[in-house]
């Protein structure tokens, strides 16, 4: 069948983007993203694209192009399901806080949920595609659902996962490194394939994209991302090597990133990575591993996790050792809370965790983020560790420019790469520190001294 209207569950970072480039894409084709939480489809539907629910560069261009030709938002899952001839699934799937794999498992409640609504709902033939990152054989949990509806629908399970990066997911989209597309190896699911090929042909070289049967395109998008976050502890676990031995970590990154083997992507050393996907993905890939056996290869991708959060504990006491052991009443600035730039996304941000980390020890903490709000940072530490939100108010204070945040410090932690830092007026913000000064990037310790070892910093000052 050819595709004419296209549904997606799901209104977050993933399924927002994605269908708003297939309909920017596909003008011939309806795409109708649905969610539940009535607030997020009304940020998606205002008029204001500056309130879109999510910060990501491009797509306010691309919403402006298609929505209300081609693209729309609804809260009305029941009547877009019944429309559709393709279903996209693209909801939350966090890790387990309960039961079983608690802790590492990714919690399938939501993507179940939407299985069985779409088989109490459907009542003509439907290809859904699995677009959230999904365990192993999700897709035949969701094939038993609906095949067993009784109704007589028949229903093809494809999966495809996303592989965006976020500040730069418009970009992934529009000129993607492959789409991946996974389905039965039958008549049947091979058309289903196509289908879904044919979507995104539109404007991706058919070489670019990759078919291959549903367990393989499950285990690629899990096994991309533990590839990716190793690298980053990789190279952070050498930083406290370089340390203690006065080597420079940047040097060395770029040393052994321009060989061919390896490449410089992912060798930035960094207070570690955050996100949705990474530690959701890896503890998921941990968990598979424990519960076939493999508990070598489960031991080995757990590490990445424990030098991810070492390295942020690790950024944090840094911080107290190099303040005189005491930061109880001091001042800390934070430049950045999103888990990286072009982003207002802070789940699993480093931030989060340092700041907690500080507060225990009394500290002052004072933040600038260009796209996170004050309402999100408290949020993010109420849901770490169930703080009060008045105790939250006492020790972390938000600021809508960076002189203010800055403004009687001690040190600065400078958590998140935006680019607009670069720009400040770093003499000033010097000025307006006490002294002794330190800056903290996630690499060094660094004092007044050696602010050249952290470029952009002494670019400005220094000049």
């Not at 499950?218 to 930083?239: M, Y």
């Not at 001091?330 to 907690?356: C, H, M, P, Q, V």
């Not at 939100?389 to 006492?394: A, G, H, I």
Request: charged share 25%; aromatic share 8%.
């Amino acid at each position: 069948m050819s595709i004419s209207t296209i549904c997606c569950i799901g209104a977050g970072y993933v399924g927002g983007p994605t269908m708003s480039v297939i309909a920017q894409k596909n003008p011939s084709i309806k795409v109708t993203v649905v969610d539940v939480n009535q607030a997020r489809i009304d940020a998606w539907n205002s008029e204001d694209l500056d309130k879109l629910p999510i910060f990501e560069p491009g797509l306010d261009a691309v919403i402006a192009e298609a929505r209300d030709r081609n693209l729309f938002f609804s809260t009305n899952v029941d009547s877009a399901i019944t429309e559709a001839d393709m279903i996209f699934i693209s909801v939350n799937t966090p890790t387990k806080t309960y039961g079983a794999g608690k802790g590492m498992a990714a919690d399938l409640q939501y993507v179940e949920l939407c299985a069985r609504q779409i088989a109490k709902i459907a009542t003509t033939d439907k290809i859904v595609v699995e677009k959230s990152t999904l365990p192993v054989k999700t897709a035949q949990a969701i094939k038993d659902i609906l095949e067993n509806t009784g109704t007589g629908v028949n229903f093809e399970i494809l999966s495809n996962p996303e592989f965006l990066a976020e500040g730069t997911a418009i970009q992934d989209l529009e000129a993607p490194d492959r789409v991946l597309i996974g389905g039965d190896q039958t008549e049947n699911g091979l058309k289903a394939i196509q289908n879904l090929v044919d979507i995104y042909a539109t404007w991706v070289p058919k070489d670019q994209i990759i078919t291959t049967n549903l367990w393989s395109s499950e285990l690629s998008k899990l096994t991309a991302n533990a590839f990716l976050a190793q690298r980053v502890s990789s190279i952070n676990a050498l930083t406290e090597l370089c340390e203690s031995t006065g080597a420079n970590i940047d040097d060395v990154a770029k040393a052994i990133g321009t060989d061919s083997r390896i490449g410089p992507k992912f060798l930035k050393a960094s207070v570690g990575f955050g996100g949705s996907c990474f530690q959701k993905d890896i503890l998921n890939l941990v968990y598979i591993c424990k519960s076939l056996g493999l508990e070598e290869a489960a031991d080995y991708w757990e590490q990445v996790i424990i030098m991810n959060n070492h390295q942020r504990s690790r950024f944090a006491k840094q911080i107290v050792t190099s303040l005189y052991g005491t930061v109880a009443g001091k001042k800390i600035g934070f430049l950045g809370w999103a888990f990286k730039k072009d982003t207002n996304d802070t789940r699993e941000s480093a931030a989060i965790y340092i700041a907690d980390n500080l507060i225990e020890e009394q500290a002052q903490i004072q933040v600038f983020d260009p796209k996170v709000t004050a309402t999100q940072m408290y949020s993010d530490l109420n849901d770490l560790n169930t703080r009060t939100e008045l105790k939250n108010s006492k020790f972390l204070e938000v600021h809508d420019t960076p002189y203010k945040a800055l403004e009687g410090t001690h040190a600065i932690a400078v958590i998140t790469e935006w680019d607009e830092f670069k720009a400040y007026d770093w003499q000033k913000i010097y000025e307006g520190m006490l002294k002794p000064a330190f800056v903290f990037d996630g690499r060094n310790v660094l004092d007044k001294d050696h602010l050249e070892s952290i470029g952009f910093i002494y670019n400005a000052i220094g000049k």
